[in-house]
């Protein structure tokens, strides 16, 4: 079986939806920035990937998370032709840190924080009318996850339509804890880097509108792409050590869901964190997926832009590689400049925008979190066919 | 009508990490008399490591061992007697992490960032829980952390199921978990101090986990395990009676034990503001034993109704006889949303090949309880 996306929305601090967030990846445009959340004297890191929402530098307020979802779920329903109406809708939010930013300023400033805010369903609810909803908190892969599980709800027959999403913002604590973590402050996020020194955290929002194919595309009538088969596990190794053999199980897993070679695979979005451990894991896992490839598919790694989203990266990686196979045009890894020797034999995207003679037809989405947990899933590119002549008769594009 | 088809998974091990409670046996209650003094259960754990991980991975820890070995996935040496890959675990837990983030951001306060340990970096994230119990025992499946407000429990036991019928793995450990600690305490708005109405008493809450291995029945036939209990269908609804009559649609026999949501006034069979979904079936009411136990509610439900059923296999006529475990109390008690699931005995389970090999085979609609 596969399944459609009908609708996509996302925030993140190089844009307000979709199609901003892809015009600054195209541009080279980062979102990097000076700390504006916390007092700048506590850390040695001094940036990082921001929404700048806050009312002012260093004065920050509760439930910032929640409103990103809100703005990301309201563009993909809106996209998809749902409205506003989740009702009969499962909704599946995957995230890292929850509103847990929330917490700190409740304990350490008293500012008010109701408990229930603390799962994303009660802004689903009131906001969208959503009953079935679900906080899945699992780590850097979380949003993918999110994508495995709506797609078996799909399969299962459990529902029709499912919206998936992502969210995270930064809280102090991981800011502080992973500034205690490297031996220099990183600057930047430069994944595979001779010179890069670790990951900043990022933050916004992303949804996407899924559905199954047989059934079309639903009140919008947009199909965006076609998703292929998603693999989820679970490394059982370390904390936050990944394990490049049992990624290398979770991506040959999802080719084999998706019915496809790794000769197939034209583009790989890459989780890209910039951490040595995990730009290790990830080029040695393709390079064992890939060997004897060569030329080996086109890779980029938008966290060099977007910095790390944590819950909401997987799917913001899906979403830009839906819009890189639409135009052609492959953004870069910004801050490569010197690569290892790990990932000689990749065709990194750097410098520059590339644009393939041939067409980009299916794409890799790499996603890992701490614990251990991967999530890879296979999407391809709808044919303008498809585009023009919506697959189901009731497609009326209202 | 519920048929033989509607247990695609079952119940075969439980455990429980809960002061005074010798054993999940004991979950139904009464406790002892001074049950909050007795032996902290994250005692039974030995060996290094232990420094660095939160309360509720510990408490996880011990209860996920005894879950295991119940249900035979662990052999007398804590090895694994299944494949790592066909393990998942379904991890529910609100506040598990609390703690973590508090201390950190107040240590950051006080002392900046020099002043934390990067051990504690993997415990910021909330499925900190999820993957350490991972981690111990080599369980390489799927491997989810529910946080979803009141319902979560009853989700995770959900979608323990739902990975079983997608093909994803063969068995799950389900666990429920949440500490009692000041950061909790801060969040849920439980006072840590003795309460004006009663100066002895200070307010409780849950403070333990419970596990409980949701298996598929072929598994379960092909290692020739015994079952508890058979998870039956389950909603989620924005109002407790729409969740209560969607699963009494799809199962029609007798409620035996309502295992009832926790509410802000307390519940009492059954509490006005419920609504009538749930009948008049006897109430148990879990909070009330332990304290409000947020995540780890249906969770507890579900392993309480597994000893409720496991107790009463062989000795009535009556295999229809359900538990209604009911979490979150949506419209009526201003959560999101409300959780039911029913659970039914041993007996209930198909011997049929209709429950055969969920990696081969796909499960009928009415087996998987839609969540929709």
Redesign the interface.
Same mark, same amino acid.
């Given at each position: 079986m596969s399944w459609i996306v009908t609708g996509m929305g996302a925030v993140a601090s190089i844009g307000a939806d979709v199609e901003e967030i892809f015009d600054s990846l195209i541009a080279g445009r980062s979102g990097l920035g000076p700390l504006h959340g916390y007092d700048r004297e506590k850390f040695r890191a001094q940036v990082a990937y921001e929404i700048d929402d806050r009312p002012a530098p260093g004065v920050d307020v509760p439930l910032r998370a929640t409103r990103w979802l809100e703005r990301a779920v309201a563009q993909a329903a809106a996209d998809a032709g749902l409205g506003d109406d989740l009702s009969e809708v499962p909704v599946l939010v995957g995230t890292t840190l929850r509103e847990l930013r929330s917490v700190e300023l409740s304990w350490r400033g008293g500012i008010p924080f109701d408990a229930a805010d603390l799962h994303f369903g009660t802004m689903l609810r009131h906001r969208f009318g959503a009953a079935d909803t679900h906080t899945v908190a699992n780590a850097c892969s979380a949003s993918l996850y999110t994508l495995a599980l709506g797609a078996d709800l799909l399969d299962l027959d459990a529902a029709d339509t499912v919206v998936v999403a992502g969210v995270d913002t930064i809280t102090e604590s991981t800011y502080g804890l992973l500034d205690r973590c490297y031996a220099e402050a990183p600057d930047r996020v430069r994944p595979f880097d001779r010179e890069r020194r670790g990951m900043l955290q990022g933050e916004g929002a992303v949804a996407v509108v899924l559905r199954r194919e047989a059934d079309g595309p639903g009140p919008g009538s947009r199909v965006h792409a076609r998703v292929r088969g998603v693999a989820v596990n679970c490394d059982a190794y370390h904390s936050s050590a990944p394990d490049a053999k049992s990624i290398t199980a979770a991506v040959h897993e999802a080719h084999r869901r998706a019915g496809v070679r790794p000769a197939d695979i034209d583009l790989v979005m890459l989780h890209g964190t910039g951490t040595p451990l995990n730009d290790e894991a990830e080029s040695s896992a393709l390079g064992t997926v890939f060997a004897g490839l060569s030329p080996s598919p086109y890779m980029t790694a938008i966290k060099s832009m977007t910095g790390h989203t944590a819950g909401a990266s997987g799917l913001h990686s899906l979403v830009a590689a839906v819009d890189v196979m639409r135009t052609g045009t492959i953004p870069p890894t910004v801050y490569l400049d010197d690569p290892v020797d790990a990932v000689a034999g990749f065709r990194l995207v750097r410098g520059g925008t590339v644009r393939p003679q041939e067409p980009l037809r299916l794409a890799q989405i790499d996603s890992f979190g701490f614990g251990g947990l991967n999530a890879v899933a296979v999407v391809e590119r709808v044919a303008d066919e498809a585009l023009r002549h919506p697959m189901h008769p009731e497609g009326g594009g209202k | 009508m519920s048929t033989g088809r509607t247990a695609c998974a079952v119940i075969t091990g439980l455990g429980a990490a809960v002061r005074g409670l010798t054993g999940p046996q004991d979950l139904l209650g009464p406790l002892p008399v001074g049950h909050r003094d007795e032996a902290d259960p994250v005692s039974r754990l030995k060996g290094r490591g232990l420094r660095y991980k939160d309360r509720a991975t510990k408490l996880g820890m011990a209860a996920a061992a005894d879950a295991l070995r119940a249900a035979g996935l662990t052999d007398d040496n804590g090895g694994l007697t299944v494949p +790592?890959?066909s393990v998942?675990?379904v991890a529910s837990t609100?506040?598990g992490? $609390?703690d973590?983030?508090?201390e950190?951001?107040?240590t950051?306060?006080e002392s900046?960032?020099?002043a934390? %340990?990067?051990m504690? *970096?993997?415990a910021?994230? %909330?499925?900190?829980v999820?993957?350490?119990v $991972?981690?111990t025992?080599?369980?390489? +499946? $799927?491997? *989810?952390?529910?946080?979803? +407000?009141p319902t979560?429990g009853l989700?995770a036991v959900n979608?323990a199921r *739902? *990975?079983i019928? $997608?093909g994803?793995v063969e068995r799950v450990l389900v666990l429920g978990v949440e500490p009692d600690n000041a950061?909790v305490r801060?969040?849920?708005?439980t006072p840590e101090a003795p309460v004006a109405e009663d100066p002895a008493a200070v307010p409780e809450l849950f403070d333990g986990a419970v596990a409980l291995v949701v298996e598929s029945a072929a598994s379960v036939r092909a290692r020739g395990a015994r079952h508890l209990a058979a998870v039956g269908p389950y909603a989620?609804?924005?109002d407790h009676a729409e969740a209560v009559a969607a699963v009494r649609s799809r199962h029609a026999g007798r409620i035996g034990l309502w295992c009832v949501p926790e509410h802000p006034e307390g519940v009492t069979a059954p509490a006005a503001g419920l609504g009538t979904g749930a009948g008049s079936a006897p109430v148990h009411d879990l909070s009330a034993l332990y304290g409000p136990a947020s995540g780890a509610l249906g969770v507890l439900q579900c392993a309480a109704a597994a000893v409720w059923l496991d107790g009463r296999a062989g000795g009535r006529p009556d295999d229809a006889e359900a538990v209604l475990a009911s979490a979150g109390t949506?419209d009526a008690g201003? #959560? #999101?949303?409300s959780a039911a699931l029913l659970l039914t005995g041993p007996a209930t389970v198909s011997a049929g090949p209709g429950t055969a090999s969920p990696r081969t085979e796909a499960?009928p609609?009415e087996s998987?309880g839609?969540?929709?």
């Open positions: - | +790592g890959e998942g675990v609100n506040y992490n $609390a973590t983030v508090c950190t951001v107040q950051i306060a900046t960032y020099l934390t %340990s990067p504690m *970096l993997p910021t994230s %909330s499925n900190v999820a993957s350490w $991972a981690i025992h080599g369980l390489r +499946g $799927a491997n *989810l952390t529910l946080c979803n +407000g979560s989700d979608w *739902l *990975l019928a $997608a994803r950061a801060h969040v849920t708005g989620r609804r924005g949506g201003w #959560d #999101d949303a499960v609609m998987v839609g969540i929709r």
